[in-house]
Nanobody, 114 residues
Framework: VQLQASGGGLVQAGGSLRLSCKAS????????MGWYRQGLGKQRELVAA???????NYADSVDGRFTISSDNVRRMLYLQMNSLKAEDTAVYYC?????????WGQGTQVTVSS
C-alpha cells in the first residue's frame, strides 16, 4: 500500500493550494479517507474527511475554506484549500482507512506567509 501526497508549498495568506494524494495497493472505493495536519510543536489534527458513502466533515477552523474530494477511478484524494491563513501552516498527511487499518502518506509541507 502506498499513498503519495503532493501539492504543498509556500503561499501568501489569502492564497490557495490544492493537495493531492495518489493511492495504490489498497481498495480505494468506499473507503474512509481524509487529511490530517501537524504544525510545529502541535498535535496532529483532523482537517477533513470523506466517508465511503461520500459524506464529508471538516475541522471548524477550515470549514468553508477547504474542500475535500476524491476520484475513485484515478484513486486520488484532494484537498482544495482557499483563503489560507498563517495558522494553516503545517505538514499535511493523507490517509485511507480500510479493513480496520489506516494507511498514511508521507506528508507534504504547506507554509502560509502572513
Amino acid at each position: 500500500v502506498q499513498l503519495q501526497a503532493s501539492g504543498g508549498g509556500l503561499v501568501q495568506a489569502g492564497g490557495s493550494l490544492r493537495l493531492s494524494c495518489k493511492a495504490s495497493g489498497v481498495i480505494f472505493r468506499f473507503s474512509d479517507m481524509g487529511w490530517y495536519r501537524q504544525g510545529l510543536g502541535k498535535q496532529r489534527e483532523l482537517v477533513a474527511a470523506i466517508g465511503g458513502g461520500g459524506s464529508t466533515n471538516y475541522a471548524d477552523s477550515v470549514d468553508g475554506r477547504f474542500t475535500i474530494s476524491s476520484d475513485n477511478v484515478r484513486r486520488m484524494l484532494y484537498l482544495q484549500m482557499n483563503s489560507l491563513k498563517a495558522e494553516d501552516t503545517a505538514v499535511y498527511y493523507c490517509y485511507v482507512r480500510r479493513g480496520g487499518a489506516d494507511y498514511w502518506g508521507q506528508g507534504t509541507q504547506v507554509t502560509v506567509s502572513s
